[in-house]
């Protein structure tokens, strides 16, 4: 009591400081976004991040080039042009008239000095492993209007990557990542109140079409039942990553957010390094039923890592239906053959990785089981699920069949192979030779050309690799208030790009 | 009183002890925070780089001397997450427990007094067992579960509350204290009605009535100086219940305190402020331990004659 009282006394109301709640009152001025985390920080050459990139990109900073993301175009953005002038190098024509929201003019200098910092510098930006692997660039400003990148082999796709490289003034840090950062988008930060929210205001200096909303401001909840309260109650215009429960209220709409999820087969380890058994698990996944009754139907069953509109992936490709008796014979025949199709299958699922995750993780393990394979579920946190996802694999752990949630925003399946497919692939626990060379041969190629040559290996891996059982292509849900008018697409759960909110016509605030 | 002191300051502070030196050792077999900080392809140089200007190279017992040796000189190292420093996340995030835990023990103790001693001073009357009643499904029902209701009833059905959040008026307390307060609330209910029915039976309270005491003198004036030994004790541990466990209450609503702070810690392999939030944790519950017991002593001159010198 004495406590209590002290404590009351002592610290008066400093949590209750401030009028209009975390996320403000709705003035029709300020956009007003619940996130479901804080972003750990701003920093842009981290906007690869989904937590940061939502918050970062298209908004705070900017691109040299944009990736539409529903006709997987390239649109200008801080460069005007761009073209492959040498087999190893392009050259970008840097928009005039851009300054950066200190004031500073942005010219190819900075342009130069952004990639330079995000690719080649010692400050390890998830930018550059997810985007540029190992590879240096060489940049150079030849004035202030024009830049070339010189990559260290022939790269068709260097503008798609460069797309993810946020340009900031030549004044930032090269020794440490910066907290809170300064780019020549539509909106500044203007403060961050640790644990409760980011306010952004409008940048009057923005070079393009000015933001309808004076100020944005976001907020976090990971509770999704309380995100979507939100809106229901009129405290945000925007909640990301809803429950599917909440799928048919008019305030939300689904979107195809680029994520694929599978089961990796670890194919080092017996009963799964016998392709017939990868290929009963194949076989033996009710897609439908799990879309169905655990996604909440906001999801399509898959064949393959990457979704429709991503660079090599092919309509040709069906999700395969269920089929146990084909499955209970190929556990059998490999049984026969000496596979010990009895040891104990551990199948790891990371929690929070979707919307009925553990339920699916279960029907999977029933599904399993029911060809007569032995699994165990472990459902795990993050930082445990990424040891069994990327190399060096943990030792002496069994076989794992893991389950993962790619998610593809550049657009290009040559992202996806390199990291899931290679032999040697971060993310990949075998491959053959042969994928190997046609992933290679794949990623010198451009236009149709490269479209088809990566249908193609992704089509092999089903037919000789097996690495991956397919599950599903999501969707994500967004909840959206009657006051706003705003169209998700592919790239919403990565970069909600502010200026393309419009308030709804006649809509009240 | 002093032997007394000192006797509990000795025994309190070996778990205090044991508390900070488990979770460092706990926290470093839990993995490598590398895997999460640094990209995919992050060349084994740049690993090696992060892990040695971190101290993960080091080996467990010289990080434990180092984190030690840092600490006593209130150096609680960096964030990984955000890369600001662990002290200052952890100092900016406990005000904000404490004040949900002060203001949700506060209301507890007050109400449930209230409540407990009619329900006492009418043994099997219809208060007492609608009191019964409703203090055993408050001490029964689930935090989450409570607290979600809460949200979609009083926030979006009623419209009378928020259903998150830090920053506005009073109303922002109501849905996160009341979902902290059911559980001591219903504890303390049955606790105080048991101590006060003991002692509104015993001869003094007696000997009270027949001398025409009001029935509020003989509860608040003889019965309940008497009853309120065993409600301190159980009002401390629910205290440092409340300061350990805000987590999903901060998680629900928002609120950036010290539990959500340490959760997150520990899903990030933030070993610095994970580290920093349980010292400081663990040495307010030492202090609130001592306090209890000390208030303990002060009502109850039989506890520190039971101390040997």
Same mark, same amino acid.
């Given at each position: 009591?004495?406590?209590?009282?002290?404590?009351?006394?002592?610290?008066?109301?400093?949590?209750?400081?401030?009028?209009?709640?975390?996320?403000?009152?709705?003035?029709?001025?300020?956009?007003?976004?619940?996130?479901?985390?804080?972003?750990?920080?701003?920093?842009?050459?981290?906007?690869?991040?989904?937590?940061?990139?939502?918050?970062?990109?298209?908004?705070?900073?900017?691109?040299?080039?944009?990736?539409?993301?529903?006709?997987?175009?390239?649109?200008?953005?801080?460069?005007?042009?761009?073209?492959?002038?040498?087999?190893?190098?392009?050259?970008?024509?840097?928009?005039?008239?851009?300054?950066?929201?200190?004031?500073?003019?942005?010219?190819?200098?900075?342009?130069?000095?952004?990639?330079?910092?995000?690719?080649?510098?010692?400050?390890?930006?998830?930018?550059?492993?997810?985007?540029?692997?190992?590879?240096?660039?060489?940049?150079?400003?030849?004035?202030?209007?024009?830049?070339?990148?010189?990559?260290?082999?022939?790269?068709?796709?260097?503008?798609?990557?460069?797309?993810?490289?946020?340009?900031?003034?030549?004044?930032?840090?090269?020794?440490?990542?910066?907290?809170?950062?300064?780019?020549?988008?539509?909106?500044?930060?203007?403060?961050?109140?640790?644990?409760?929210?980011?306010?952004?205001?409008?940048?009057?200096?923005?070079?393009?079409?000015?933001?309808?909303?004076?100020?944005?401001?976001?907020?976090?909840?990971?509770?999704?039942?309380?995100?979507?309260?939100?809106?229901?109650?009129?405290?945000?215009?925007?909640?990301?990553?809803?429950?599917?429960?909440?799928?048919?209220?008019?305030?939300?709409?689904?979107?195809?957010?680029?994520?694929?999820?599978?089961?990796?087969? %670890? /194919?080092? @380890?017996? *009963?799964?390094? #016998?392709?017939?058994?990868? +290929? =009963?698990?194949?076989?033996?996944?009710?897609? &439908? !039923?799990?879309?169905?009754?655990?996604?909440?139907?906001?999801?399509?069953?898959?064949?393959?890592?990457?979704?429709?509109?991503?660079?090599?992936?092919? %309509? /040709?490709? @069906?999700? *395969?239906?269920? #089929?146990?008796?084909?499955? +209970? =014979?190929?556990?059998?025949?490999?049984?026969? &053959? !000496?596979?010990?199709?009895?040891?104990?299958?551990?199948?790891?699922?990371?929690?929070?990785?979707?919307?009925?995750?553990?339920?699916?993780?279960?029907?999977?393990?029933?599904?399993?089981?029911?060809?007569?394979?032995?699994?165990?579920?472990?459902?795990?946190?993050?930082?445990?699920?990424?040891?069994?996802?990327?190399?060096?694999?943990?030792?002496?752990?069994?076989?794992?069949?893991?389950?993962?949630?790619?998610?593809?925003?550049?657009?290009?399946?040559?992202?996806?192979?390199?990291?899931?497919?290679?032999?040697?692939?971060?993310?990949?626990?075998?491959?053959?030779?042969?994928?190997?060379?046609?992933?290679?041969?794949?990623?010198?190629?451009?236009?149709?050309?490269?479209?088809?040559?990566?249908?193609?290996?992704?089509?092999?891996?089903?037919?000789?690799?097996?690495?991956?059982?397919?599950?599903?292509?999501?969707?994500?849900?967004?909840?959206?208030?009657?006051?706003?008018?705003?169209?998700?697409?592919?790239?919403?759960?990565?970069?909600?790009?502010?200026?393309?909110?419009?308030?709804?016509?006649?809509?009240?605030? | 009183?002093?032997?007394?002191?000192?006797?509990?300051?000795?025994?309190?502070?070996?778990?205090?002890?044991?508390?900070?030196?488990?979770?460092?050792?706990?926290?470093?077999?839990?993995?490598?925070?590398?895997?999460?900080?640094?990209?995919?392809?992050?060349?084994?140089?740049?690993?090696?780089?992060?892990?040695?200007?971190?101290?993960?190279?080091?080996?467990?017992?010289?990080?434990?001397?180092?984190?030690?040796?840092?600490?006593?000189?209130?150096?609680?190292?960096?964030?990984?997450?955000?890369?600001?420093?662990?002290?200052?996340?952890?100092?900016?995030?406990?005000?904000?427990?404490?004040?949900?835990?002060?203001?949700?023990?506060?209301?507890?103790?007050?109400?449930?007094?209230?409540?407990?001693?009619?329900?006492?001073?009418?043994?099997?009357?219809?208060?007492?067992?609608?009191?019964?009643?409703?203090?055993?499904?408050?001490?029964?029902?689930?935090?989450?579960?409570?607290?979600?209701?809460?949200?979609?009833?009083?926030?979006?059905?009623?419209?009378?509350?928020?259903?998150?959040?830090?920053?506005?008026?009073?109303?922002?307390?109501?849905?996160?204290?009341?979902?902290?307060?059911?559980?001591?609330?219903?504890?303390?209910?049955?606790?105080?009605?048991?101590?006060?029915?003991?002692?509104?039976?015993?001869?003094?309270?007696?000997?009270?009535?027949?001398?025409?005491?009001?029935?509020?003198?003989?509860?608040?004036?003889?019965?309940?100086?008497?009853?309120?030994?065993?409600?301190?004790?159980?009002?401390?541990?629910?205290?440092?219940?409340?300061?350990?466990?805000?987590?999903?209450?901060?998680?629900?609503?928002?609120?950036?305190?010290?539990?959500?702070?340490?959760?997150?810690?520990?899903?990030?392999?933030?070993?610095?402020?994970?580290?920093?939030?349980?010292?400081?944790?663990?040495?307010?519950?030492?202090?609130?331990?001592?306090?209890?017991?000390?208030?303990?002593?002060?009502?109850?001159?039989?506890?520190?004659?039971?101390?040997?010198?």
């Amino acid at each position: 009591m004495l406590l209590a009282g002290a404590v009351l006394m002592s610290s008066g109301c400093a949590v209750a400081n401030s009028a209009g709640g975390d996320t403000g009152r709705a003035d029709g001025r300020t956009l007003r976004v619940v996130l479901t985390q804080e972003p750990p920080t701003l920093e842009p050459c981290e906007a690869s991040l989904t937590g940061t990139g939502v918050v970062v990109r298209s908004n705070i900073t900017e691109p040299l080039v944009e990736r539409d993301p529903t006709s997987g175009e390239l649109n200008p953005l801080l460069a005007t042009t761009w073209k492959q002038t040498a087999p190893r190098t392009w050259t970008f024509d840097i928009r005039s008239g851009v300054t950066f929201q200190n004031g500073a003019p942005f010219t190819a200098k900075d342009a130069a000095f952004s990639i330079d910092r995000a690719v080649n510098s010692d400050l390890a930006c998830n930018v550059e492993g997810y985007v540029f692997g190992n590879d240096d660039l060489e940049v150079e400003a030849v004035n202030d209007g024009r830049l070339t990148v010189t990559t260290e082999k022939p790269d068709p796709i260097l503008p798609l990557r460069l797309s993810f490289v946020e340009i900031v003034p030549r004044t930032t840090d090269t020794e440490a990542k910066v907290r809170v950062p300064v780019g020549t988008g539509p909106y500044a930060v203007r403060s961050w109140q640790a644990g409760a929210a980011i306010s952004l205001d409008r940048f009057d200096g923005y070079w393009g079409e000015a933001p309808a909303f004076a100020r944005a401001r976001y907020v976090w909840r990971s509770d999704a039942s309380v995100r979507a309260a939100m809106i229901d109650k009129g405290e945000a215009e925007i909640a990301v990553a809803l429950d599917p429960m909440e799928a048919e209220k008019d305030t939300t709409v689904a979107y195809p957010n680029n994520e694929t999820t599978a089961l990796r087969l %670890d /194919g080092r @380890e017996p *009963p799964l390094d #016998d392709i017939r058994v990868r +290929r =009963a698990i194949d076989s033996a996944v009710d897609r &439908d !039923g799990i879309v169905d009754a655990l996604l909440g139907g906001l999801a399509e069953p898959a064949g393959q890592l990457v979704p429709p509109g991503v660079v090599g992936h092919s %309509d /040709g490709i @069906e999700a *395969p239906r269920q #089929d146990v008796a084909e499955a +209970r =014979a190929l556990v059998r025949e490999a049984e026969a &053959d !000496g596979v010990p199709t009895d040891r104990q299958i551990t199948l790891v699922a990371r929690n929070g990785m979707f919307s009925g995750v553990s339920e699916t993780a279960e029907a999977l393990q029933y599904q399993m089981r029911q060809i007569g394979l032995n699994v165990r579920v472990r459902m795990a946190d993050t930082a445990t699920h990424l040891q069994y996802q990327l190399r060096p694999l943990p030792e002496d752990v069994g076989p794992v069949a893991l389950l993962i949630m790619h998610g593809n925003q550049a657009g290009d399946a040559a992202f996806t192979t390199s990291q899931y497919l290679l032999s040697d692939g971060p993310q990949s626990t075998f491959g053959t030779e042969t994928l190997d060379r046609r992933i290679a041969e794949a990623g010198a190629l451009s236009g149709h050309e490269r479209q088809q040559a990566f249908a193609g290996l992704l089509a092999e891996q089903n037919e000789s690799v097996v690495q991956y059982a397919h599950l599903a292509h999501m969707n994500g849900l967004l909840g959206l208030s009657p006051s706003i008018r705003y169209e998700p697409d592919s790239a919403t759960g990565d970069e909600l790009r502010l200026t393309e909110v419009r308030p709804a016509e006649g809509a009240k605030h | 009183m002093i032997p007394f002191l000192r006797k509990r300051v000795i025994s309190s502070a070996v778990p205090l002890v044991c508390v900070v030196l488990g979770v460092f050792f706990l926290a470093r077999m839990t993995g490598d925070p590398v895997d999460l900080y640094l990209p995919l392809s992050a060349t084994a140089e740049q690993r090696a780089e992060f892990s040695a200007a971190q101290g993960f190279d080091l080996s467990v017992p010289e990080q434990l001397w180092n984190y030690l040796v840092n600490a006593a000189h209130l150096d609680f190292g960096t964030s990984l997450r955000t890369g600001q420093s662990a002290g200052s996340m952890v100092i900016d995030a406990f005000p904000v427990t404490l004040q949900l835990a002060g203001v949700t023990m506060l209301l507890a103790i007050t109400g449930a007094v209230l409540v407990g001693s009619l329900a006492a001073y009418r043994p099997n009357s219809l208060i007492d067992r609608v009191a019964s009643l409703l203090s055993m499904t408050a001490a029964s029902i689930p935090d989450f579960w409570f607290a979600i209701m809460g949200v979609l009833v009083f926030g979006v059905g009623l419209g009378l509350l928020p259903t998150s959040g830090t920053l506005g008026g009073p109303e922002i307390w109501v849905l996160p204290v009341a979902t902290l307060l059911i559980r001591p609330f219903g504890v303390l209910v049955q606790v105080v009605r048991g101590s006060m029915v003991t002692a509104l039976s015993a001869p003094y309270v007696k000997i009270a009535r027949s001398k025409g005491a009001t029935p509020r003198r003989v509860v608040f004036g003889h019965a309940l100086r008497n009853a309120v030994t065993p409600v301190l004790t159980v009002a401390g541990d629910l205290t440092v219940g409340l300061v350990n466990g805000a987590v999903i209450v901060e998680t629900i609503f928002g609120w950036p305190g010290i539990g959500k702070l340490m959760i997150d810690s520990i899903l990030q392999r933030d070993f610095a402020v994970l580290q920093a939030a349980v010292l400081l944790t663990a040495v307010t519950i030492f202090a609130l331990n001592i306090l209890v017991d000390v208030c303990h002593a002060l009502t109850d001159p039989r506890v520190r004659q039971a101390v040997p010198a």
